[in-house]
């Protein structure tokens, strides 16, 4: 079974700050992995996913991650952060049938609170 | 195009009562999920429909959930005999089931259920 280690449960940043909020995962098979965010009041939504290929991928709203296979990680960042980023993030894995895991079901961390100030 | 919608979207009930919270998947998602968020805790997963067939229920805690996707659309989560524990929002979310891995989940806004 898979789990996720979210490293920082609450992080207050400034605006234009840079950002990056850890992510660590343990299975050893191939994984897909997710960073989703939760803005005040709304549902989840996925911000990038890493499938294959190309391990920095790019997501919505100036957001990217980096999958370190090595290292089992899965690292967010944004180099300026604004007021509006304010938000919980979760990072998750999903180990699928192809790969030998049979879960198609997401495995999340327990998010990271981020807050910045204006 | 609409979202997943879920109904309700809080349920108080007592200890004891049986309830059900329902899923209603974006229009041609074929997979379904149902997942569970306490206070403080990313989302937990519970079960995951392929169609009308549950394809993984290992994430049900016990034999008082249980789901069904009668029509391969809405799906319905029943929890039988409440306890205070159950109390968590409820997300339920859907997605096209590509070939060699799964599509992005899209999820609903949760039923809150609170078991008083």
């Known amino acids: 079974a898979q789990s996720v280690s979210q490293h920082n449960h609450h992080v207050i940043l400034s605006e234009a700050a840079s950002l990056e909020l850890g992510c660590n995962y343990s299975?050893?098979?191939?994984?897909?992995l997710f960073w989703y965010v939760q803005y005040p009041g709304q549902h989840l939504q996925l911000l990038l996913k890493?499938?294959?290929?190309?391990?920095l991928v790019k997501g919505i709203k100036g957001f990217e991650a980096e999958f370190i296979k090595s290292k089992f990680s899965f690292n967010l960042r944004k180099p300026s952060v604004q007021w509006s980023d304010t938000a919980e993030y979760f990072c998750?894995?999903?180990?699928?049938?192809?790969?030998?895991?049979?879960?198609?079901?997401?495995?999340f961390g327990k998010g990271t609170h981020l807050i910045i100030q204006p | 195009g609409a979202g997943v919608s879920q109904t309700p979207s809080n349920k108080v009930t007592e200890k004891g009562k049986y309830v059900e919270l329902r899923c209603d998947p974006i229009?041609?998602?074929?997979?379904l999920y149902w997942y569970r968020q306490s206070l403080g805790q990313g989302p937990e997963f519970l079960i995951y429909f392929q169609g009308t067939g549950a394809a993984d229920d290992s994430g049900l805690p016990n034999d008082r959930f249980f789901a069904v996707r009668p029509e391969g659309s809405v799906s319905t989560l029943k929890i039988q005999r409440t306890e205070r524990g159950d109390s968590a929002v409820y997300l339920c979310a859907s997605s096209l089931r590509l070939a060699g891995g799964m599509g992005e989940q899209f999820f609903g806004p949760g039923t809150r259920l609170t078991v008083l």
């Open positions: 229009s041609g998602h074929t997979a």
């Open positions: 890493y499938f294959s290929g190309d391990p």
């Open positions: 299975y050893g098979g191939t994984v897909n």
């Open positions: 998750a894995v999903n180990a699928p049938p192809y790969s030998g895991g049979g879960a198609d079901g997401l495995t």
